[in-house]
């Protein structure tokens, strides 16, 4: 993947120290510690219940470290302001594609005017003009997913999660959510996306994460993480073997 | 039978005829019941949507409450703002007592707790579907409420015409607050309660009618109004 060599808006360090998400008693996540890259597109792999959705949703401030702490250089709620967050399951406002579109440009007060040209070229661009009037729950898997995604990316933000957004997609509309991914990274945006599709990982992967049993396990630059893996749980999760 | 068959001609007749005295007593109705259903609203729709989403200490308790004021008796709220609207009592002052203003006083206090009830019921399972989403977008409490506000408007107004419902329909307290007072503060019900103690059934069933027929009047004009149930909408 090809990667905007300088980027004009200012990079953020951001990421996990010691981080630790209890639920009931029982531990989701961690002690885990992850410092992002400042470019590029991070795959975190790892099988059901391993920790992917509870890092990236701790990292977004949407659920509450019990230990540790996100790395960032600026306070969460703020750091927020410049991050979205696509779910697996897309939440769509009950409004028009159009009204979902504009909606976070409202919450940051954009003029009217500019806000509904920023709706007009991100409808274009995810194919989403021609419902662009329709009601946002009664559009497919794929558009939802889509819309979503221009919803997060509408802000220009500097970084984006992704939980699994391709998980029950047909390949056109797979194929359709990697290129507005790759074109995002190229326009400088830092991607964080969970998936299950090793080798969707290996096509848009700029660097991965392994998590197993709420613990990193590996990570490193793609090529290395892909073609030469450290640990066996990597090696056999890489080979499609059934780790628990 | 022969009561019921008489009061829909009559109920016929009156509206035909636009008698002076019904076209009176149902406006006067209307105007009570609609001022206490927009203030009602007013407190009730931010109130019901402000439990739903904030976790403060007494939540529990405040929305059991809620819950339970909405069987409060009319006639013992019609007693108790009789005291505090009779001369004797803290707002005597005012003179509000057998005035239509002290009947919309006593129906607000009656569907307030009915309409935030709706409300925070409808309000707590859509913020369970967007909290996610407006946490992740940054979205201020006060984006938050009128997000909510915005898209489970028709959620709001099914919660609106409920309060509409009971108050057009209520008797008790308007009838101690109000005094059923000729051209001053006798409204459908209290005019129906006043003919069938007289005997008349006939004109207090045509009264019934022209309620009833009212209440759905209201209703289908205000779902025609705000386009509920259209193809392509929520």
């Known amino acids: 993947m090809v990667v905007a060599a300088s980027l004009s808006a200012p990079r953020h360090h951001f990421g996990l120290r010691h981080a630790v998400v209890r639920r009931r008693g029982s531990t989701l996540l961690g002690p885990v510690t992850l410092a992002l890259p400042p470019v590029g597109l991070t795959i975190v792999l790892g099988p059901n219940g391993a920790g992917k959705t509870t890092m990236l949703r701790a990292m977004h401030g949407l659920d509450r470290l019990s230990e540790g702490e996100v790395l960032s250089d600026e306070p969460l709620q703020a750091a927020r302001r410049k991050q979205g967050f696509v779910f697996q399951s897309p939440i769509m406002l009950r409004r028009s594609v159009r009204a979902n579109l504009a909606y976070p440009l409202k919450l940051d007060r954009v003029p009217s005017g500019q806000a509904a040209e920023a709706v007009e070229r991100w409808a274009k661009r995810t194919g989403l003009t021609a419902v662009i009037d329709n009601p946002a729950p009664s559009l497919s898997g794929g558009e939802k997913q889509k819309l979503a995604l221009a919803r997060a990316l509408i802000r220009k933000p500097e970084l984006v999660f992704l939980d699994e957004p391709c998980a029950n997609l047909d390949g056109r509309s797979t194929r359709e959510i990697e290129e507005l991914l790759s074109e995002a990274v190229e326009d400088g945006t830092r991607i964080v996306m969970t998936t299950h599709n090793i080798a969707q990982a290996r096509r848009l992967a700029t660097d991965a994460v392994f998590l197993f049993q709420g613990l990193i396990h590996e990570q490193g630059p793609a090529d290395r993480f892909f073609d030469q893996p450290q640990r066996p749980e990597t090696q056999g999760f890489l080979k499609g073997d059934l780790i628990e | ?234």
């Open chain 2, 1 to 234: 039978m022969n009561d019921i068959l008489q009061g829909l001609v009559s109920a016929f007749w009156l509206v035909v005829t636009f008698d002076a005295d019904l076209v009176e007593i149902s406006l006067r109705s209307l105007q009570v019941s609609l001022s206490a259903l927009v203030l009602a609203s007013a407190i009730a729709i931010p109130l019901g949507t402000w439990l739903a989403i904030r976790r403060f200490r007494y939540r529990r308790a405040t929305i059991a409450l809620l819950n339970a004021l909405m069987g409060l008796p009319p006639v013992v709220v019609g007693l108790i703002v009789y005291i505090l609207l009779s001369r004797s009592g803290p707002f005597g002052v005012l003179g509000l007592l057998f005035t239509p203003t002290a009947m919309i006083i006593a129906q607000v206090i009656i569907i307030t707790p009915l309409i935030a009830s709706i409300t925070h019921q409808a309000m707590r399972d859509l913020w369970a579907d967007y909290h996610d989403l407006l946490i992740s977008l940054n979205a201020s409490k006060r984006d938050r409420i009128a997000a909510l506000i915005m898209d489970g408007r028709r959620t709001l107004l099914t919660a609106s015409l409920a309060g509409f419902g009971r108050a057009i329909g209520e008797v008790g307290a308007i009838m101690i607050v109000g005094g059923n007072i000729d051209n001053a503060t006798r409204v459908l019900t209290t005019a129906i309660a006043l003919e069938t103690g007289k005997g008349d059934f006939a004109l207090a069933l045509a009264l019934g009618f022209v309620l009833i027929a009212l209440a759905i009047a209201v209703n289908v004009l205000i779902h025609v109004l705000s386009r509920t149930e259209r193809a392509g909408r929520w």
